[in-house]
């Protein structure tokens, strides 16, 4: 599976032929020998097909978005239009859910979520496509793209955290019930991601990659818990 940096790149000398309206546009389904020379192009990755189940392996998950069905069709001109903050929301969905992002329609994940970016689309979208594949990395190049990638979603649930954590601490009386029950919401969320954090690190070990994942999962929760308890002392003194 060749992808990443293809934009500008003919199908035809990738697949033998040029892609369809059908086929996902950001991965390429390659022969070995033409892996092995387009490997060489910078910000190109090549992972390996395998089995599901089989050491190292991880999900490759990439769709595209045709169209979208407008909210209200009474009142627009048309009753589609192009996709815009569906990428947006596909991609907290992914990050939560502790995938790495190649880009904003390709995700690395350690189960295979295509069901559930189907089912989103299948609620919005007038048209679109949506492909998963068993891979593994097939050099240092696409490990360290996996590592990098999940390290930008911690530091994405990090973020998250924190800024909980600071409108628990600064948010006016009036206005913490309901930023209470975003905390409480986001811990509960966090919660039910430990067990996926384990999974995520043995699946990453298993690729010569050491990340603390469930370690961030936990600081996250300690982080809004700790404002909670700040305010909740506060408000009693």
Aim: charged fraction near 30%; charge should be positive.
């Amino acid at each position: 599976m060749v992808l990443g940096f293809t934009q500008g790149m003919c199908s035809k000398p990738l697949i033998g032929r040029y892609k369809s309206v059908e086929d996902l546009r950001d991965v390429f389904s390659v022969d070995p020998r033409v892996a092995v020379k387009v490997g060489r192009k910078p910000l190109i990755y090549v992972f390996e097909e395998c089995r599901p189940g089989e050491r190292g392996c991880i999900y490759l998950i990439s769709f595209d978005i045709v169209l979208v069905r407008v909210a209200n069709p009474a009142k627009s001109s048309r009753p589609v239009r192009r996709p815009s903050h569906e990428y947006s929301e596909i991609r907290e969905m992914m990050l939560s859910k502790i995938c790495g992002s190649v880009d904003l329609s390709t995700y690395v994940c350690f189960d295979d979520y295509s069901a559930d970016v189907s089912g989103y689309l299948s609620s919005k979208a007038a048209k679109f496509r949506v492909g998963y594949y068993t891979v593994r990395p097939w050099r240092d190049e696409e490990r360290e793209l996996v590592e990098e990638s999940v390290k930008d979603t911690l530091g994405w649930l990090t973020a998250r955290a924190l800024a909980i954590a600071s409108k628990v601490a600064n948010v006016a009386p009036q206005g913490y019930g309901q930023v209470r029950k975003r905390a409480a919401l986001f811990l509960e969320e966090l919660g039910a991601v430990k067990e996926l954090a384990k999974r995520v690190e043995a699946k990453l070990r298993e690729l010569g990659i050491e990340l603390q994942v469930l370690q961030s999962v936990v600081d996250a929760e300690r982080y809004v818990r700790e404002a909670l308890q700040r305010r909740e002392e506060r408000g009693r003194g």
